[in-house]
């Protein structure tokens, strides 16, 4: 079984995005010469999500909306976590949004589903993250 590891890297200028990964992903695997075998992409912070869905801009505010609903970042003294750090609802939108995904490689490509695509959530950014991808296989 070969077995490959990558870190990509992220700086972001607003606190939050949503960044279709998919390309570095399929160039990452591309790289790992894997034709048969599965691949985690996950963030390595707790405020940061790697989630799979649609790459519709208005699909992207919805989340948007939806996120600051459940877990509005403003007031920062809302949250008990917020004594040295503001970002309680980073960690709240990131639990939400999930931590990483898993997609099998078929024939050396990754085996989506319909208008499947890998995107990175960022909730605190302004500094540098970065994500893992971990293929496995033949
Ligand atoms: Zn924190």
Redesign the pocket.
């Known amino acids: 079984m070969k077995s490959y590891r990558k870190e990509l890297f992220f700086h972001t200028k607003t606190r939050r995005a949503y960044i279709n990964i998919t390309p570095q992903v399929e160039e990452a695997l591309v790289e790992s010469g894997i034709r048969e075998g599965l691949c985690l992409v996950n963030a390595m912070h707790?405020?940061a999500s790697v989630f799979i869905n649609d790459d519709e801009s208005g699909l992207h505010r919805d989340f948007e909306r939806w996120l600051e609903k459940l877990a509005p970042e403003k007031p920062y003294d809302q949250y008990d976590?917020n004594t040295f750090?503001d970002?309680?609802d980073?960690?709240l939108k990131r639990s939400v949004m999930g931590r990483e995904v898993v997609v099998a490689v078929t024939e050396g490509k990754l085996d989506f589903g319909t208008w499947e695509q890998i995107f990175y959530g960022e909730f605190d950014g302004k500094r540098e993250k970065r994500v893992l991808v971990k293929i496995i296989g033949e």
């Open positions: 707790i405020t976590h750090e970002n309680a980073a960690h």
